[in-house]
C-alpha cells in the first residue's frame, strides 16, 4: 500500500497561473519535505515541516510556498509558476528528527506552457 | 557549503556482474548515510543506511562501506540484473537535525 501519496502525478500549468500541489502520508511521521527535482539532477530541498514548523531553505525562492493543515497533508504552493520550474516535485516523509531515512513519493511532473 | 559527489556519472555492466558505485562526502560531522534507486519518472526508492560508527552494512544483494578516513561510501550490488538500471544517489545526513544533502547520482545500465 502507497504510504507518501501525491497527487497528481502529472500537472501541466500555464505561465503564472498557480498551482497547487498535494502530498498525503499514512505514515504518522512527524516530518515532511517537498523537493525539486530537475532532469538529471539530484533532488533539492526547498523546504521542511517538523511537526506544524516551517522551515525554508534559504535559496528557496518566494514563489514556493507550503502548507501543512494537519500531520497527514502538505501542499506545494507556486504562486506564479515560470518555465523554470518545471521539473518533478517529490515529496518525503520521515518519523522524527532523531530517525533519518526520509521515504519519498513517486512525484508530480509539472509542465509549464 | 558542504557537497557530496560522485566519481562516475554513468556505470555500464553485465547482467550477473557485480556493481560498485562510489561516493565522496566532504562534511566529516555527517552520522548518517543513506543510498537510494531512482528509476525513471519515479520517486527514491531506499535501498541501505549506514551510521558512522559501522563500517559495513549488508541487505540483499546490496552491501553498504563506510571509509570514514577518507570520507567515502560506496554501494556493492551482487550479481546486478535488468532490474538494477536506474540512478543511484548517495545522500549525507546528522541524525540531529534531519536534512540529507545528496550527491550528483550515478546512473547503472545493465545489459542483458
Known amino acids: 500500500d502507497a504510504m507518501v501519496i501525491q497527487n497528481p502525478r502529472y500537472q501541466v500549468t500555464q505561465f503564472g497561473k498557480p498551482v497547487t500541489l498535494s502530498c498525503s502520508q499514512t505514515?504518522?511521521?512527524?516530518?515532511m519535505y517537498w523537493y525539486q527535482q530537475k532532469s538529471s539532477q539530484a533532488p533539492k530541498l526547498l523546504f521542511h515541516?517538523?511537526?506544524?514548523?516551517?522551515?525554508n531553505e534559504a535559496d528557496t525562492p518566494d514563489n514556493f510556498q507550503s502548507r501543512r493543515p494537519n500531520t497527514s497533508f502538505c501542499f506545494l504552493d507556486i504562486r506564479s509558476p515560470g518555465l523554470g520550474d518545471a521539473a518533478m516535485y517529490l515529496c518525503?516523509?520521515?518519523?522524527?528528527?532523531?530517525?533519518?531515512?526520509?521515504?519519498f513519493g513517486p512525484g508530480t511532473r509539472l509542465t509549464v506552457l | 557549503g558542504e557537497s557530496v559527489g560522485l566519481h562516475l556519472p554513468t556505470l555500464s555492466v553485465q547482467e550477473g556482474d557485480n556493481s560498485i558505485i562510489n561516493c565522496a562526502y566532504s562534511n566529516s560531522a555527517s552520522d548518517y548515510f543513506i543510498w537510494y534507486k531512482q528509476e525513471s519518472g519515479k520517486g527514491p526508492q531506499f535501498i541501505i543506511d549506514i551510521r558512522s560508527n559501522m563500517d559495513k552494512r549488508q541487505g540483499q544483494r546490496v552491501t553498504v562501506l563506510l571509509n570514514k578516513t577518507v570520507k567515502h561510501l560506496s554501494l556493492q550490488i551482487a550479481a546486478t540484473q535488468p532490474g538494477d538500471s536506474a540512478v543511484y544517489f548517495c545522500?549525507?545526513?546528522?541524525?540531529?537535525?534531519?536534512?540529507?544533502?545528496f550527491g550528483t547520482g550515478t546512473r547503472l545500465l545493465v545489459s542483458p
Open positions: 515541516y517538523y511537526d506544524k514548523d516551517f522551515n
Open positions: 518525503a516523509t520521515t518519523p522524527t528528527a532523531s530517525t533519518d531515512t526520509q521515504y
Open positions: 545522500a549525507e545526513g546528522d541524525t540531529g537535525f534531519q536534512k540529507l544533502v
Open positions: 505514515l504518522n511521521h512527524n516530518v
